[in-house]
């Protein structure tokens, strides 16, 4: 019979703990983050990291389902707002501001052979593709950019903020003022190229 019974309280805290302290290990250490430096960060024994997550290739899926996950639900809650251009660019700002606090994008690519991450990261760029769509249709976006477009672009003020180290650690905002200008449907030009295949 299958037990049914919500997880112990201990267990929850004890997760959350792991998940923080093994993205602040693989954000300090990349892939060479141990498991046993993982569990000291955390405050538990190695054997409560395998009872969570029984590789590390484990832990790592659930590090990028967590993530992938905050920004489904942040778009999700935006996807009916008042002010769809408003709404998009809070989406962005909250995808800019979760890599802000730990580029962790390297575990992505980790995280790839895992069919829970495959398919929440399908959802998250359907909820990007919905966002990007309903900015549009209100004029709040040029009519040529579309939801991958906007996808590929959603690391690019982090990526362009790291090109100056000893900068205020809230640069990526400017560049993402820069990058929504050029989102904006006033002034726009024809782009040179057609958009890439859809993601």
Same mark, same amino acid.
């Given at each position: ?20 302290? &093994? @993205?602040?290990?693989? #954000?300090?250490?990349? /892939?060479?983050?141990? *498991?046993? !430096?993982?569990?000291? +960060? =955390? ?71 895992? &069919? @829970?991450?495959?398919? #929440?990261?399908?959802? /998250?760029?359907?909820? *990007?593709? !919905?966002?990007?769509? +309903? =900015? ?64």
């Amino acid at each position: 019979m299958t037990d049914t019974r919500p997880p112990r309280a201990d267990a929850v805290r004890n997760r959350a703990a792991l998940l923080a302290a &093994a @993205a602040d290990e693989f #954000a300090e250490r990349g /892939m060479d983050a141990s *498991v046993a !430096d993982i569990a000291r +960060r =955390a405050g538990v024994g190695k054997g409560t990291v395998f009872r969570h997550f029984p590789t590390k290739d484990d832990l790592i899926a659930a590090i990028v389902l967590d993530r992938v996950g905050e920004l489904t639900a942040a778009g999700d809650r935006l996807r009916d707002a008042a002010d769809p251009g408003g709404a998009l660019l809070e989406f962005l700002t909250i995808a800019a501001q979760q890599r802000q606090q730990r580029d962790l994008s390297f575990l992505h690519v980790a995280g790839d052979t895992n &069919a @829970a991450v495959a398919e #929440a990261r399908e959802q /998250m760029y359907r909820t *990007v593709h !919905d966002l990007v769509d +309903r =900015a549009r249709t209100h004029g709040a976006l040029r009519t040529d950019v579309t939801g991958t477009d906007v996808i590929l672009l959603m690391c690019a003020p982090n990526y362009v903020a790291s090109y100056a180290p000893g900068a205020s650690p809230d640069l990526w905002r400017r560049y993402l003022g820069i990058l929504f200008d050029g989102l904006r449907p006033q002034g726009a030009h024809p782009l040179p190229e057609p958009p890439p295949p859809a993601l």
